[in-house]
Structure formats: structure tokens, C-alpha cells
């Protein structure tokens, strides 16, 4: 019997219990972990240390390589002649949750890792960081989209403007209704991650249990992009949105854009490109889909297939 109980003692019983479970852990006033407190909406004082201006920073340099390495990753996909020898939809998302897991695990220990105005936002309402902090953030995040987008362009521009420059917009077939509702869906997704896998109380509990922050939350960025790039390119990024379609600067990039009434007086201000009679402006993904239907449909001798093909090719 000594035998049985020192088994039971260094075996299922070895870890006791973090927290009451069930109801009793609402009530319970002997917490092990530390709540901070809410953060101030208005703290002045940030503005004299260099801790603040640092963080800064750091968003802005997060964002403008997340911004560059995946534009370039999009526009190896598009500007390739078979898409067989590219990464692919499955690369482009592995691109995406990569460099968030990247730069999640880099800059956590100074700025928070935010790389996102929507998670900036979704914190500035749990109180987590204050107002001056929240827009001082979200401003560093879109200049660094803008600069990091800029670079993949002045590399190659006819290649980035002649295949879409990275821009979300919403794909043929979708309404902006469905597109908007894509973006909220997965936005949510990402934002409750954020919140789930940095929880006090979640870290306290489970202590035993070891997680990397950065890890859940990649992954979640790489299964939205999976779910959400055939319906708008995935922004569920403010800044990302917003870098590309200044960079890009084309009036349907502006007009499929959730900051529509941002930026489009920035987007009127700059010089217009002027097209020639029965000009448009469309989709590089959709014209080589459309090129495709109407090579068929001249070469196809079966009616009813002929039929359908008109019917896509409008």
C-alpha cells in the first residue's frame, strides 16, 4: 500500500490545482496571478519617456517588413506565368501567419507585438494601453505599411502595378456585403486570439500547460488567409489595407476598401491616371481567368459547354 500512495503522490496528484474550477473560481478572492490595473485614457507622461518613442518604433519596423516580405510573396504568385511553380494560395497564407508569428515573438517585450490597428483598438477598449499610446501605435503601423509596400514597388513597378499591388479588393462573384462581412469574421478570429492567448488568468491556470503567445496567433492569420483570400485578398489589417491601396493608388483598390472615407480624399488628392476611351481598370486575376474562358469558348465545339463559357465570359 506505501507503494500505491507514493505512485499516487508523484503521479496524478503531483500537480495540485492552480485555481478553483467551476463556480468557485468566480468567487474566489485568493487569486495567483496579477491583474494589471486599467490603463489611463490620457497618460501625458508617456510623451517624455524614450520607452514610448521606442515602441513606436518597433510597430513601425514590424509593420514595414511584414508589409514587405509578403507583398513580395503575393506578387511572385501573380506575376508568375504558371502558377504550378509558385507557393501558391497555401504559401501566400504561410507568408502572412509566418511573419506575424515572427514579429509577434520579436517586438512583444517592447511595443506588445500589435503590428495591427485592429488589435491596438480592440486593447485601447479592454483598457490595456492608453488613448496617446493607441493612436501613437496606430499611426507608426500605417506609415510602416506605406513605406513597406512602397519598397516592393520601387523594385519592380510595372510588375507590382500590372498585378494588383497587393490591394484588397473584393473578388468577382462576391458583393462588398459578403467581402465586408469576411473581414469582420476574421478580424474577430484574430482579435480573440490575441486576447485568449495573452489572458492573465489563462496563464496562471493552465502554467503547467507551456504556450508561445506568438504561435496561436500566426496560426490564426494563416487560417483566415486560407478561408478569406478568395473573397478579398484577407486585409483584417487596417494598416496592411491601407499601405497597399495608397501605394497602388487605382480607384477600384479604393472603392473595395473598408477605410473608403480615409482614404479616398487622400486618393483624390494625387494625380489621377488618365485612361483612354473604353479604358478600365480590372483585376490582373480576373482578366487571366476571362482570357482563359474566351479561348475556349472559341475552341470549344460542344453548345452547351459553349454556352456556359459565354455566360462567364459576359
Not at 509578403?70 to 504550378?84: D, E, F, N
Request: charged share 15%.
Amino acid at each position: 500500500m506505501e507503494g500505491k500512495e507514493e505512485d499516487v503522490r508523484l503521479g496524478a496528484n503531483k500537480y495540485s490545482e492552480r485555481q478553483p474550477i467551476g463556480t468557485a473560481a468566480q468567487g474566489s478572492e485568493d487569486k495567483d496571478y496579477k491583474e494589471p490595473p486599467p490603463a489611463p485614457l490620457f497618460e501625458p507622461g508617456e510623451l517624455k519617456s524614450w520607452s514610448f518613442y521606442r515602441a513606436g518604433i518597433a510597430e513601425f519596423m514590424a509593420t514595414f517588413l511584414f508589409l514587405y516580405v509578403t507583398i513580395l510573396t503575393v506578387m511572385g504568385y501573380s506575376g508568375a506565368a504558371s502558377k504550378c511553380a509558385t507557393v501558391g494560395i497555401q504559401g501566400i497564407a504561410w507568408s502572412f501567419g509566418g511573419m506575424i508569428f515572427a514579429l509577434v515573438y520579436c517586438t512583444a517585450g517592447i511595443s506588445g507585438g500589435h503590428i495591427n490597428p485592429a488589435v491596438t483598438f480592440g486593447l485601447f477598449l479592454a483598457r490595456k494601453l492608453s488613448l496617446t499610446r493607441a493612436v501613437f501605435y496606430i499611426i507608426m503601423q500605417c506609415l510602416g505599411a506605406i513605406c513597406g509596400a512602397g519598397v516592393v514597388k520601387g523594385f519592380q513597378q510595372g510588375l507590382y502595378m500590372g498585378n494588383g499591388g497587393g490591394a484588397n479588393v473584393v473578388a468577382p462573384g462576391y458583393t462588398k456585403g459578403s467581402g465586408l462581412g469576411a473581414e469582420i469574421i476574421g478580424t474577430f478570429v484574430l482579435v480573440y486570439t490575441v486576447f485568449s492567448a495573452t489572458d492573465a488568468k489563462r496563464n496562471a491556470r493552465d502554467s503547467h500547460v507551456p504556450i508561445l503567445a506568438p504561435l496561436p496567433i500566426g496560426f490564426a492569420v494563416f487560417l483566415v488567409h486560407l478561408a478569406t483570400i478568395p473573397i478579398t485578398g484577407t486585409g483584417i489589417n487596417p494598416a496592411r489595407s491601407l499601405g497597399a491601396a495608397i501605394i497602388y493608388n487605382r480607384e477600384h483598390a479604393w472603392s473595395d476598401h473598408v477605410m473608403d472615407l480615409l482614404g479616398r480624399p487622400l486618393h483624390r488628392r494625387r494625380a489621377r491616371r488618365r485612361l483612354p476611351p473604353g479604358g478600365h481598370q480590372s483585376d490582373p486575376v480576373q482578366d487571366q481567368v476571362l482570357s482563359c474562358c474566351s479561348s475556349c469558348y472559341k475552341e470549344d465545339a460542344n453548345p452547351t459547354r459553349r454556352a456556359k463559357l459565354r455566360v462567364l465570359n459576359f
